[in-house]
């Protein structure tokens, strides 16, 4: 049985880049102790990238969210590099707000190996890992899936309190 990690884009842009927030800037340092401390027990840790192209202002979230970010190979791209330091393999690139990938690859590790348990943290709170946080729990509805609150940031307070309360068992 495997219990996994999954950090959600703890990118530059998301924690003090374009898109970033005191909130996000906050827990950082939880993010960080959070993967220290599942390499230790042997969890396996996937890492996600939120990832847009060059044209981002011409797609639909570009148009409904007109601020630049996570344009791939930039350094707003690029995970936050205390908690790249921790990477030990490369992470799931994410193209939307649930990732396709990131679930193929549950599936995978599923069929090799039970997976005990999913935690996820990272950003933000109310779109993009409570959008992943429900892709797990639909493609592995007998696996718990659990946020760790502490280790996520919402766009703001109060959608990140409302995206947790969602989430609670």
Excluded at 109 to 134: K, P, R, W, Y
Aim: charged share 25%.
């Amino acid at each position: 049985m495997r219990e996994l990690l999954v950090v959600v884009d703890m990118q530059t842009d998301f924690v003090d880049g374009a898109l970033g927030t005191k909130e996000a800037q906050n827990i950082v340092e939880n993010v960080v102790s959070k993967v220290k401390s599942a390499k230790e027990c042997g969890k396996d840790i996937i890492f996600t990238m939120d990832t847009h192209q060059e044209n981002y202002s011409e797609t639909q979230e570009g148009k409904k969210l007109p601020i630049p970010h996570c344009i791939r190979d930039t350094e707003g791209w690029q995970i936050r590099q205390e908690i790249s330091d921790l990477l030990t393999e490369a992470p799931v690139d994410k193209v939307t707000f649930g990732s396709r990938e990131l679930v193929k690859k549950l599936e995978q590790i599923q069929e090799e190996t039970s997976i005990e348990s999913i935690t996820l943290i990272g950003l933000c709170t109310d779109i993009c890992v409570i959008s992943n946080a429900m892709l797990c729990k639909a493609f592995l509805p007998e696996v718990p899936v659990q946020v760790d609150a502490s280790c996520c940031a919402g766009a703001v307070s109060y959608t990140h309190l409302r995206a947790h309360e969602t989430l609670s068992d």
